[in-house]
């Protein structure tokens, strides 16, 4: 199969279910009243360990100019990066859902907030860990091609970790196993962290 991504046959889809599993950024914000935000983003990873820096990117969605995640951090300049697991896959795809500005998915989806430390959001109490995060820049791509969306990378340095003890093992690390965090797939598809393997850095070139 060959198919140019100019083609009406291209689908999303496909594109989506090659490039994966994509780790989910679930992101909480405030609004400038004040008002908390708590949504999934499959578009996310992080950047680098020294400086920590995460990333998270959304398209522009059809009901209005832009995502509240993404107007909120714009205007407040900082966000909280949940770890989604397996045991809170039901209120992240509940938050998930479309509706109307202003709405609270935490409460929505029955999910306790936490107090943040270095910035003003709320984190996911329930959730093993919560990255606050501070606005480095956002990068905007707008449309070059019929169909196309703007598309907005958020960058963010992170300045605190929140990690339930419950979740290092004796030698102080994070246990994935134990988290299960979710990763997406294509479609409405989604794994867990299942079987994982260690396979150390060569310390010598081969030949």
């Known amino acids: 199969m060959y198919i140019e991504t100019s083609d009406p046959t291209y689908k999303t889809s496909l594109f989506n279910a090659i490039v994966a599993p994509r780790p989910i950024g679930w992101i909480s914000t405030l609004d400038e009243t004040g008002a908390p935000n708590l949504a999934p983003f499959s578009y996310f990873n992080g950047m680098s360990a020294t400086p920590p820096m995460v990333m998270f990117a959304c398209n522009q969605p059809a009901d209005r100019d832009e995502k509240d995640t993404l107007n909120n951090v714009r205007r407040t300049g900082e966000f909280v990066a949940n770890l989604a697991t397996y045991a809170l896959r039901e209120e992240m795809n509940g938050s998930s859902v479309t509706v109307p500005h202003g709405v609270d998915e935490f409460e929505l989806v029955g999910l306790a907030k936490g107090a943040s430390r270095c910035v003003k959001a709320p984190r ?47 030698a102080g690390r994070f246990d994935m196993l134990k988290a299960r965090p979710l990763a997406r797939l294509g479609g409405f598809t989604y794994l867990a962290v299942g079987d994982v393997f260690e396979m150390g850095r060569p310390k010598v070139a081969a030949g």
Do not use: N, Q, W
Not at 143 to 163: C, K, T
């Open 124 to 170: 996911v109490a329930a959730s093993p860990v919560a990255m606050e995060c501070r606005l480095l820049r956002v990068v905007d791509f707008e449309p070059e091609a019929a169909g196309d969306r703007r598309s907005s990378v958020v960058f963010g340095r992170v300045l605190a970790l929140h990690i339930d003890d419950a979740y290092l093992d004796e």
